[in-house]
């Protein structure tokens, strides 16, 4: 009974730190650069159906969808977490960081690359 207890909890713990919540960020082009406003969305409870008015920022959880590629093209930026599903690519022409202040998930579909 008690380990059963201690598995659920770990996976609603696991669901709450990686899933969507009101606010996040998710790109919803097939490509798109960190610092366009058109690149992001927001998440409203069942998609990234609203426009982003601000770019991510440390509060701010980011979503790099399935299919999709983000170009990291800001010298400096923060963000919550990262999650990414699609390519998550840094800028070759500019010095970048990016600093995330939780997770970094790089799902199997998902790939970083400089």
Same mark, same amino acid.
């Given at each position: 009974? +008690? +380990?059963?207890?201690? #598995? $659920?909890?770990?996976?609603? /713990? ?6 969507? $919540? ?7 082009? /097939? $490509? ?9 969305? #927001? ?16 509060? *701010? *959880?980011?979503?790099?969808? /399935? ?12 963000? +919550? ?5 699609? *390519?998550?690519? $840094? *800028? +070759? ?22």
């Amino acid at each position: 009974m +008690k +380990k059963s207890l201690i #598995l $659920t909890f770990l996976l609603i /713990a696991g669901l709450s730190v990686f899933g969507q $919540t009101i606010g996040d960020f998710g790109n919803i082009t /097939a $490509t798109g650069t960190w610092t366009s406003l058109t690149t992001w969305a #927001l998440w409203d409870g069942s998609g990234f159906n609203t426009p982003a008015t601000v770019l991510p920022d440390s509060n *701010s *959880s980011v979503f790099i969808q /399935a299919s999709t590629s983000v170009t990291f093209d800001d010298t400096i930026a923060s963000c +919550k977490n990262l999650t990414i599903d699609g *390519s998550f690519l $840094t *800028s +070759k022409t500019i010095a970048t960081i990016l600093t995330v202040h939780g997770n970094v998930l790089i799902e199997a579909t998902g790939s970083y690359k400089t």
